[in-house]
Structure formats: C-alpha cells, structure tokens
C-alpha cells in the first residue's frame, strides 16, 4: 500500500490529512517537527511538509532529500503565495505546494498527481511538442529538435512547470548557476533561439509567453 509521510506542527491539520488520506487507501505516517521526520522520508512514497517546522524547516528537508538522492514526490504546505516564493521552493526540491488554508480534498488530489507522474517516464506533452526530460529530447509534429544543452534545460524546465512566470534572474539562477558572471541578455537571447525553433512568435506564442514585466512562462502542459 502506497504510504504517505505528513509532517504539520498543527494537530488539526494532521488528523485532516490523516483521516482524508486514510479514507482514500494511503497508510499515512505522521510527525509534528522537521527532526524526527528526516529519518521517516526513507520509508514512504510521497511526502507532504509544512514550510515551517520546528526543529528543521520543510524547505530544509527538500533540499536535504534532494541532496541524499532520494527521489519521492514532495508536496509542501505553505502560507507563502508569493510567486518568488514558490519558485524558491520549486528550486530547493519540492514538487508542487498548496497554500494555507486548503481544501484536504486538494491535498489528496495532488498527491494523487504526483504519484502518477513519479510512476512514468518524465515524458511531457504540450500540443504536438513532445517533451522527453529524462532522455534529454524533444520532437516537435514528430521531428526531433535541434537544441543546444542550454536550450532544452529551459524548454524542459519551464514546462515541468507550465503556467508559472519565471523572471530572468530566476532562470539564470537554475539554468546557469548562481555564480554565472553574465548579465540576463543571455536569457533573452537563448529564449529568440528556442522560441524560432518551436516556430513560436512573440504575437502568437504557442508555448512560451512573454510575461510582461516579469519574464517568460509556459503556457500548457500535460503528461503524457
């Protein structure tokens, strides 16, 4: 049976979880601080983390499981619905994240999702682009794209994330490094490479928007 790790310093929010989980056929492990849940992530399939814990934040957590190469599915629980916020947490690990108050009929819902994508092979799909993460590939009406190494880490990055914005810096963070010494031009000028490529026009973008004042986002994706 598929288990499910809840951490949440709020007993309220555990019984929630538990009872709604429990009823949808998940064995649920529960712990209410960051400490005595880091030795319980070994042991389950998906993991569900309040942002702040005592002891060790669920942010913390993430990217420590991340580090260790574990590979479970982490959803957080955040009061943060800030979109610098989210993003930050998408880069230290987690994989999607529901901000307070939820319903525990979302919270079922996604970790139902994230369960289903953990169990394929990375393969995303958006119209007639084809999106294979994990392979490192992507065919577009069924002919293979031609892209550079940096090209596809943004293709792939934004659509394992499709609808939200990403800011230049953001992008330069994940994709070239935090110590990149360039300036945020050479976002723009690799986004007018992928874009051409994909056929996309600034007019009519099939895949990849310019949000105006912020940065760039995917418009549409679905797992295949």
Same mark, same amino acid.
């Given at each position: 049976?598929?288990?499910?790790?809840?951490?949440?310093?709020?007993?309220?929010?555990?019984? *929630?979880?538990?009872?709604?989980?429990?009823?949808?056929?998940?064995?649920?492990?529960?712990?209410?601080?960051?400490? %005595?849940?880091?030795?319980?992530?070994?042991?389950?399939?998906?993991?569900?983390?309040?942002? &702040?814990?005592?002891?060790?934040?669920?942010?913390?957590? @993430?990217?420590?499981?991340? @580090?260790?190469? #574990?590979?479970?599915?982490?959803? &957080? !629980?955040? =009061?943060? =619905?800030?979109? @610098?916020?989210? !993003?930050?947490?998408?880069?230290?690990? &987690?994989?999607?994240?529901?901000?307070?108050?939820? %319903?525990?009929? +979302?919270?079922?819902?996604?970790?139902?999702?994230?369960?289903?994508?953990?169990?394929?092979?990375?393969?995303? %799909?958006?119209?007639?682009? #084809?999106?294979?993460?994990?392979?490192?590939?992507?065919?577009?009406?069924? +002919?293979?794209?031609?892209?550079?190494?940096?090209?596809?880490?943004? !293709?792939?990055? &934004?659509?394992?994330?499709?609808? #939200?914005?990403?800011?230049?810096?953001?992008?330069?963070?994940?994709?070239?490094?935090?110590?990149?010494?360039?300036? +945020?031009?050479?976002?723009?000028?690799?986004?007018?490479?992928?874009?051409?490529?994909?056929?996309?026009?600034?007019?009519?973008?099939?895949?990849?928007?310019?949000?105006?004042? *912020?940065?760039?986002?995917?418009?549409?994706?679905?797992?295949?």
């Amino acid at each position: 049976m598929t288990q499910v790790l809840i951490v949440d310093d709020d007993p309220a929010i555990l019984e *929630v979880l538990r009872a709604y989980l429990g009823a949808a056929g998940y064995t649920v492990l529960d712990a209410e601080d960051g400490l %005595s849940a880091w030795p319980l992530l070994t042991q389950v399939d998906v993991a569900v983390l309040d942002w &702040m814990l005592p002891g060790r934040s669920g942010l913390d957590l @993430a990217r420590a499981a991340r @580090a260790a190469g #574990l590979t479970l599915p982490i959803l &957080m !629980l955040t =009061g943060r =619905g800030e979109e @610098a916020d989210k !993003l930050h947490g998408l880069d230290s690990g &987690m994989d999607d994240y529901v901000v307070k108050p939820f %319903s525990p009929r +979302e919270v079922t819902a996604r970790i139902r999702v994230l369960l289903r994508r953990a169990g394929i092979q990375n393969i995303l %799909s958006a119209g007639e682009l #084809l999106i294979d993460v994990r392979g490192r590939e992507a065919r577009l009406s069924g +002919e293979r794209l031609d892209l550079t190494k940096l090209e596809f880490e943004l !293709l792939a990055t &934004m659509a394992q994330h499709a609808g #939200l914005a990403w800011t230049r810096t953001r992008l330069l963070e994940r994709i070239w490094g935090l110590d990149f010494p360039g300036t +945020e031009r050479v976002v723009d000028v690799h986004m007018t490479a992928l874009r051409r490529k994909l056929g996309d026009t600034m007019d009519t973008p099939r895949f990849i928007e310019t949000v105006r004042g *912020v940065g760039y986002r995917f418009k549409e994706v679905a797992d295949e």
